[in-house]
């Protein structure tokens, strides 16, 4: 995972975004600290053990990982909804090789899920807090792309300098010039 982590505010809860492999993993810990911030490990724990949630993760996991290891998942499957049936998300990642869920111990862990999976979870959190969620997320996003907007152009006009600078070199400066000739021809050029 990146080591920029960035935070947006749902709801009165601060909510950590990371990268892993150029995609966005949301915080599913911090969603579920806004449902029970004494138990957020249950919160994800109830949530991954129903049918209904393995289902909706077997299915992204398929489109999205070609290592997923769809035998095992049909295993989870067919086990879920029985009494007694628990799942955790460390179980589900080394079970199945699965790539939607990170799940980190210590200090800074918790629970990330790609996106797609954690407005799923927020929406089995509340669907208000799914919409806030969403709209914040977009609002980063769009942030992020402005700033990105910025970057290029400004490293587009120091490539550009530096070609401007070569061909200058290459093709306009003989070599009897003395510095400050040189210096000029350069200030010159720079003006046009």
Known sequence: MSKKNRKIEVKGSKITIVKSDREDYISITDIARHKNPEATGLVIFHWLS??????FMGLWE??????FNV????????????????????NWINSTNAIGIISK?????????HKDIAF???????????LF????????????????????????????????????KENLLP????????NQIYATEADV
């Open 120 to 130: 799923e979870f927020a929406s089995w959190i509340s669907a208000e807090f799914k």
């Open 62 to 67: 398929k489109m999205h990982n070609p290592d």
């Open 133 to 168: 969620l969403i709209k914040e997320f977009q609002r980063l996003k769009e942030q992020e792309q402005k700033q990105l907007g910025w970057d290029i152009k400004r490293s587009l006009t120091k490539i550009n300098y530096r070609i401007h600078t070569y061909a200058i």
């Open 175 to 182: 070599p009897e010039l003395t510095a400050t000739q040189i």
């Open 105 to 113: 111990a210590g200090r800074y862990g918790g629970t990330y899920a």
């Open 50 to 55: 129903t049918r209904y949630t393995i289902e």
């Open 71 to 90: 035998t095992e998942f049909r295993n989870i499957k067919n086990e879920s909804g029985s009494n007694g049936f628990v799942l955790s998300s460390k």
